[in-house]
């Protein structure tokens, strides 16, 4: 396009070019000077008015030409250039449909495919912790540009392949390790937890809460902690049973829990474990239940489910990917 508009200025140019006589007369191609001069003799009048019209004819030509070979000499901005895919892989401890902890994280995922542009994702569920490190290291032989490895039980295994790939991010969720390419996240839900001990205080009539425990560490023990809090800051008499399961993910055991803290004279059960078992079993049995990591797992049973301290993964999974594609990411303990 610029080729040929500056062809059209350089016809212009010559084409324009000789109209003006030397003589102060205005020459046409198709007259000869000599009837020209006698035109201009007989009448002045007529001179002078040709002469105006030839000026202003002049001008506009002039200021046209002008225009035009302003635009000959911008070219168009060249177009900007496409982001490259990011690929993005999650490594998840339980099914996505147990509609708890994995549940949220894939919930998440799903956001991130909805908000970021030149993305693609894929994940791997009810990965075991003795498989972990070597799904992890499958994952960072495919080339994934970062890893989400969403349990704390994960965070050895992370740790041991992250200095393989150097060229690969790695984030473990709810965990604490940090290196040159490796980042940890994880929220305050201790603190909706509060919340939610608050209401199971208010509710509770035999002064006694349940809570169904995964595995012993710290981030479990923080959570038990803030449902005791704050169910005493409303009711000082509430006493707390505590039963242990092992495992992320083990139904059976999940419901044998419920029953024997029921059994005990529990009213308010709390679940810290990745599905809705002990809230259903809790229904069953007929007494109340507070669920946890799904924002819908009191769907399971909403005529005794109180509430549910839930997790939105989404925002944070797209600060993190965003950060790796304009390269400002950084190994922090995000919290």
Not at 27 to 49: G, K, M, V
Not at 215 to 239: F, K, Y
Not at 328 to 335: F, H, K, R, S, V
């Amino acid at each position: 396009m610029l080729r040929g508009t500056s062809s059209m200025c350089l016809y212009l140019a010559c084409r324009f070019s000789s109209v003006y006589d030397t003589e102060g007369g205005w020459s046409d191609r198709n007259q000869t000077d000599s009837s020209l001069s006698q035109e201009n003799a007989t009448n002045s009048q007529e001179r002078e008015e040709y002469m105006t019209r030839k000026v202003a004819l002049l001008t506009a030509v002039v200021m046209g030409l002008g225009l035009l070979m302003s635009a000959c000499g911008t070219p168009a901005p060249p177009p900007p250039p496409e982001e490259e895919t990011i690929r993005a892989a999650f490594v998840y401890v339980g099914p996505v449909g147990d509609h708890g902890w994995t549940f949220a994280h894939d919930q998440g995922r799903q956001y991130l495919e909805a908000n970021v542009d030149n993305l693609e994702t894929t994940y791997l569920e009810s990965v075991s912790d003795v498989d972990a490190e070597a799904r992890i290291r499958d994952l960072a032989e495919e080339g994934y540009d970062i890893i989400f490895t969403t349990s704390a039980s994960f965070r050895d295994a992370t740790a041991a392949v992250a200095p393989e790939y150097p060229d690969i991010i790695f984030e473990n969720c709810s965990g604490f390790l940090t290196s040159e390419n490796m980042g940890s996240y994880f929220g305050r839900m201790y603190q909706a937890k509060y919340l939610a001990g608050i209401v199971a205080g208010m509710t509770t009539e035999t002064d006694k809460i349940g809570y169904v425990a995964p595995i012993q560490i710290p981030e479990i023990i923080r959570l038990i902690n803030g449902v005791t809090l704050g169910a005493r800051s409303v009711n000082p008499d509430v006493q707390m049973e505590v039963v242990w399961i092992g495992n992320w993910f083990d139904p059976p055991a999940e419901t044998a829990a419920v029953q024997s803290m029921v059994d005990a004279g529990v009213d308010v059960i709390f679940t810290g474990t990745d599905t809705t078992v002990p809230v259903v079993t809790a229904d069953e049995l007929g007494v109340w239940s507070v669920g946890y990591d799904s924002c819908e797992s009191c769907d399971a049973a909403p005529d005794k489910c109180l509430t549910t301290p839930c997790w939105n993964w989404g925002p944070i999974y797209v600060d993190l990917v965003e950060a790796v594609r304009d390269g400002t990411w950084e190994p922090d303990t995000i919290y």
